[in-house]
């Protein structure tokens, strides 16, 4: 029992060591900054979404999807963006799920800048304790800038899914359109950091962007498949054109491989099938 214990306590003081070590080693490497300036660079990016969802009350028809995702920066504040979702798996039977946002924004001329510790990758290697091998990576936290802006938005928005109400037409599920217009506020958070690493024979750039954003959802066209077939319910569905959501969107783009990831997540009640929330995880195909 003795050996037992002295085994496992010997192993975890190895890890602990090596676990220090390594951030020790993170921290003293030496850098130079040669570019901390996000109030002068665009986050353009488009990313494919290889996996998003779908989820939300007793109205919805849950389905997983796939998509894009892009934003694009011009002059003076204006931008444009997008997200096209398309399903490829519901827990029904049905036409595609289809989610179209397209739309514009315009951010304030002037932002504030705020410093904050940025976890900057510069590599990793395999490590081999007690013949069992793991990936390490190496980072270090560099003291950057951070530039805020918040502006308003708007587009278009159109969206095709089930609503689940048999008193609808006497089927399980029944498809819908509903297509109108989003309005709200947003803001943004954007990082560039260009750093010399000693020992990295290349400048290491690293490029970060968030989108915070509220949008009131009105959507005056709606119909419902099936709708000849309909009780008095889908009328009273139908009158229902007001909606809203809160969505978040990162992106980050630095030398690693998993640097190109987006992510993006919304959670909010839409006119029709009421409480729902979307994610989606996407790899960034072309960025500027």
Known sequence: MFAFKHRHMKTLFTLSALLIGLLTHAQMVGYSIQENSPEDTRTNFVSLDFLGFDFGGNRNVNSLSIGANANWQLQNGLGVDGVLSYKIVSEAGLPPFILFNAGGYKLKSTGKTKEKDIKVRIGGEFVT???????????IMVPGNQYHQSGLRGGLYLFKKAYKDQAISGKPEVPYTSAGVYAGWMKTVKTNLVLKVDDVKKPLHYRGFTKVYFDLLLTPISSFSYESQAHEDAAEVKNKLLGGRIG??????????LDKITWGSEIGVRPIDGFFIRASIGYCIIRK
């Open 248 to 257: 978040y969107m990162f992106y980050k783009d630095g030398p690693g491989v």
């Open 129 to 139: 304790v007690d013949n069992k091998s793991a990936f390490s990576e190496s980072y």
